[in-house]
């Protein structure tokens, strides 16, 4: 056994062949030692454990007094050579330099490297990416995450995304930075819960992970687990689902943001115009940066966020985006439709919606919207408000009868219309024709049909697509698919953006809700996009256009708006606001970076809400449902003034070294390590690209 000896915290003991670090040592009651140890040597490296000395058969400290040197006996001080450019790759820098993550399988642009930057020059890393939608922000978290692990400050990494972007960003974190995450899905967290008890924490068991959100966010599941770990770094994707504190995502947020050093969040639509949901998010990087959530000046908030859009780096990355190719294609309704239209126009209800005036005019436009869609989301609302208003408990309110002979007498002339593709379906086939689409059958054909992405809000209107295309061109189940957020797991949602993102996949058009329209990167084989219905919220079309006009898109994205044109009078006006909302998108796009400013309510619902109201209330002058109120301004001034200047000095740095590159010090190494008896070492090729 080993003799009973104290060793101050900070020596380097040797048990059981293994090099250890001493964090701690306490006397035991039996009158020995037990040491805390954190490893540094081979498989222990990193790993924590408590030895109780006496049991040992040897624990050998380390004294720097008995180190003995030794004559370099090697061609040209080979090994010494070798052992101090050991100590130099394994020394971690100390200032704010970007030493490897620009080294990552990327486009390298200057902007990408900032919010690395500026996160190492403070005294914690932790920071707000802001950038627009398509800038690359998943790019720049692993930037980031790379130069952490680099300073030995990234051994514990957890990222929180949404399910969809789970697989997305697992892959690009490890293709581009080798970074390994393990996916927590459903399937992930059933493998781990077989391996370990069913009281281990999951969170100590797997040092780099990646969960969804929604699954972290169940209290009575992992909070506990939560309080009793720290991570060294914390990401939160799409950080604006939590900047509400009363939520249980922004409480789960909250626990993350103190249980961590480092804190990455990103987010493109970063506040919701009100001061204090801003102040929210920047107290989750510094508690104390905001006395007063409602009166802070850009003086609060410097340092602690990047915010760029298109327009600021457009100089440094010219070749990386290219113009849209952009139209809306309006289309004349047919007889049939227009006498939807009619009704639609005459329509009028006289049960209010849980009492509230503007009930009956809201649903109203409800019907309209629905009917923009499709004739199948229509009736499929229609279906819903009749079954509502018959299963109401008590006797019928007066009018309910007259209510529900209207949507009878609305449902057939929508039926009707149904029978036949309609005007805008018509016009989608004809512009697939114009893709290359043929009525050719068989998989050879149909491997050269390009790739389409179709928007709609109505699901009921995607399986009308579906069938519609299914029939006309011939294509089989694998070659039209919907994406939906009903009836998909976190893991068949995320096996179907990976495979829209392969070459050889057979899938060619992909027929989405706008739960893709939020961080999914559907670019690398697709450039063409439609948007078969319109939502009122320039928002979430910001959001749409952002999944195939993205930071490297190498194909001019063509975008086209279908939009139903109809005759009736009072209706063409009304809907006048669709072009106007097109156009101030384009201009959002081009001009300011964030369509969110447009109207200045970050929120899709609300903005929706907004044009909805306009449209009911006849308001015509449609450039004031696009003008933000004066408190957003100021709070955009605010931000504008808060944000981080771009750097003067180069970000890049290069470490000490002896050797001219990574590949010459791994083919010195062999050639010393080569046993003399079996002659000289392989002769290695050089790479054609220097590896550092």
Request: aromatic fraction near 6%.
């Amino acid at each position: 056994m080993a003799k009973a000896e104290y060793f101050p915290a900070g020596a380097r003991v040797v048990v059981r062949d293994e090099e250890w670090l001493v964090t701690r040592c306490d006397r035991v009651a039996n009158g020995g030692y037990a040491l805390h140890l954190t490893g540094l040597s081979g498989i222990v490296r990193e790993k924590e454990t408590i030895y109780l000395a006496e049991l040992e058969d040897r624990v050998e400290e380390l004294k720097p007094e008995a180190t003995t040197l030794e004559w370099d006996t090697s061609p040209k001080h080979r090994r010494a050579r070798l052992y101090l450019e050991a100590l130099l790759r394994a020394t971690p820098p100390t200032d704010s330099g970007i030493y490897l993550g620009h080294r990552g399988v990327l486009r390298q642009a200057r902007f990408q490297l900032e919010p690395a930057r500026l996160a190492l020059e403070a005294l914690r890393p932790r920071i707000l990416i802001a950038d627009g939608v398509g800038l690359g922000k998943t790019l720049e978290v692993g930037i980031l995450l790379s130069e952490l692990i680099r300073r030995g400050q990234g051994t514990r990494i957890l990222v929180v995304a949404l399910k969809s972007l789970l697989a997305q960003f697992q892959q690009e974190l490890w293709a581009r930075f080798a970074i390994p995450l393990v996916r927590l899905d459903s399937q992930g967290i059933e493998r781990l819960r077989r391996r370990i008890p069913a009281s281990r924490n999951p969170f100590t068991v797997v040092d780099k992970a990646i969960i969804s959100i929604d699954t972290l966010k169940d209290d009575g599941r992992y909070r506990h687990f939560l309080e009793h770990c720290r991570f060294d770094a914390v990401v939160i994707d799409e950080c604006h689902n939590v900047a509400n504190s009363d939520t249980d995502r922004g409480r789960l947020a909250a626990l993350l943001a103190e249980r961590t050093d480092a804190l990455i969040m990103t987010s493109a639509t970063p506040h919701n115009g009100r001061p204090a949901s801003f102040a929210t998010l920047v107290n989750m990087l510094e508690p104390t940066a905001i006395a007063n959530p409602d009166d802070y000046t850009a003086d609060d908030i410097r340092g602690l966020y990047v915010r760029r859009f298109k327009k600021d780096i457009r100089h440094e990355v010219e070749d990386e985006f290219t113009e849209r190719d952009l139209a809306i294609d309006r289309v004349p309704a047919g007889p049939a439709e227009e006498a939807v239209f009619d009704r639609l126009a005459t329509l009028k209800f006289r049960v209010l919606d849980h009492g509230r005036p503007s009930g009956n005019s809201l649903f109203r436009t409800t019907l309209i919207k629905a009917w923009l869609s499709s004739p199948d989301a229509c009736r499929e609302t229609i279906d819903t408000r009749t079954k509502t208003l018959t299963k109401r408990d008590g006797p019928r309110r007066e009018g309910t009868d007259a209510d529900l002979a209207a949507l009878a007498d609305l449902r057939i002339l929508v039926e009707l219309a149904a029978a036949a593709p309609t005007a805008k379906e018509r016009r989608l086939l004809a512009l697939l024709r114009e893709r290359g689409y043929a009525k050719e059958r068989g998989p050879k054909a149909h491997s050269a049909f390009p790739r389409i992405l179709i928007f709609s809000e109505r699901v009921a209107t995607l399986r009308r697509l579906e069938a519609l295309l299914t029939s006309e061109f011939g294509l089989t189940a694998e070659q039209v698919k919907i994406f939906t957020s009903d009836g998909l797991s976190d893991v068949e949602q995320q096996a179907l953006v990976e495979d829209f993102g392969k070459q050889d996949s057979p899938l060619r058009i992909l027929l989405a809700t706008d739960v893709a329209s939020e961080g999914v990167n559907l670019h690398f084989y697709c450039h063409h996009l439609l948007h078969f219905d319109l939502p009122w919220s320039p928002i979430v079309l910001e959001q749409r256009n952002g999944r195939i006009d993205r930071f490297g898109q190498q194909q001019v994205p063509w975008i086209r708006y279908l939009v139903t044109d109809t005759q009736h009078p009072s209706l063409q006006g009304d809907l006048r606001i669709l072009d106007v909302l097109v156009e101030k998108e384009a201009y959002a796009h081009q001009n300011l970076g964030d369509a969110a400013l447009l109207m200045g309510l970050h929120s899709p619902q609300n903005e929706e809400r907004r044009i909805a109201q306009a449209l009911e209330s006849g308001e015509r002058q449609l450039a004031l449902v696009f003008e933000p109120p004066k408190e957003e301004k100021d709070l955009i001034d605010l931000l504008l003034a808060g944000a981080a200047p771009p750097s003067t000095t180069p970000p890049c740095s290069a470490a000490p070294t002896l050797f001219p590159d990574a590949f010459d010090f791994v083919r010195t190494a062999l050639a010393d390590l080569a046993p003399r008896p079996h002659g000289p070492p392989p002769q290695i090729p050089r790479p054609s690209q220097s590896v550092q």
